[in-house]
């Protein structure tokens, strides 16, 4: 991971097409490493989330170029790697497991990242009949040892069709049903990193299998 790490710490202070090129054969060098180590995370992921059986590395990794077409940064290149694991892949709608690295900025993370208006209101019907279920989960010690709460952006005030007062107005107020788990550099570079990531992720697991069994996914 330190090779990754320091090609990704130059692409930001060389975020152009010209240094990119020259610099080409490093690129895919440490692409060649982050499939590999996707591919052994898939592999041990599947074990305790056979949802992802299907998927292959190529699914579940984004692209480093950036669509700068409707963007004012018209920078290239992304300056960090990532890969979502979930059914149907990157592009999928489901909630999954993301892994993101970047210097210094590294994170484990999951959820469901602004569903569609349906699939919201599907979470949010869940947590009105079922709010004790995803409690359970979150108030968990394997669930509380790496993330504080649910995060995501929230509306200004309750969705229709719920309360102002309801007891759950925090969670039906989301856009986006997240968790994240910072990494630091020296973790990210460490032998037991995979063994980390697996752990951080299965702690996530009913977490995402609450919000896919409410999407019906």
Not at 34 to 41: I, W
Not at 121 to 127: A, D, F, L, S, Y
Not at 133 to 141: D, M, V
Request: charged share 25%.
């Amino acid at each position: 991971m330190e090779e990754l790490l320091s090609f990704l710490h130059d692409l930001k202070n060389n975020n152009n097409k010209e240094w990119f090129e020259a610099h080409k054969s490093a690129y895919l060098s440490i692409k060649k490493q982050h499939e590999a180590f996707v591919s052994s995370m898939l592999k041990e992921l599947i074990k305790f989330d056979d949802s992802l059986a299907d998927l292959t590395v190529k699914d579940l990794v984004f692209r480093i170029y950036r669509d700068v077409r409707f963007s004012s940064d018209k920078s290239p290149y992304k300056t960090h790697i990532g890969a979502y694991f979930a059914k149907g892949g990157k592009k999928s709608t489901a909630a999954g497991y993301y892994l993101h690295i970047e210097p210094e900025k590294s994170m484990l993370a999951g959820g469901a990242y602004q569903p569609p208006a349906d699939y919201l209101h599907k979470i949010r019907q869940e947590i009105d009949y079922n709010s004790a279920t995803l409690k359970k989960i979150t108030e968990s010690s394997d669930f509380r040892q790496f993330f504080n709460q649910i995060e995501g952006e929230s509306l200004k005030t309750a969705p229709k069709g719920y309360a102002k007062d309801h007891p759950e107005i925090d969670l039906l107020r989301k856009k986006s049903f997240i968790v994240h788990h910072l990494i630091s550099d020296k973790v990210l570079c460490s032998d037991n990193f995979l063994a980390h990531t697996l752990t951080v992720f299965k702690s996530m697991q009913p977490f995402i299998h609450f919000l896919n069994e409410a999407m019906e996914l």
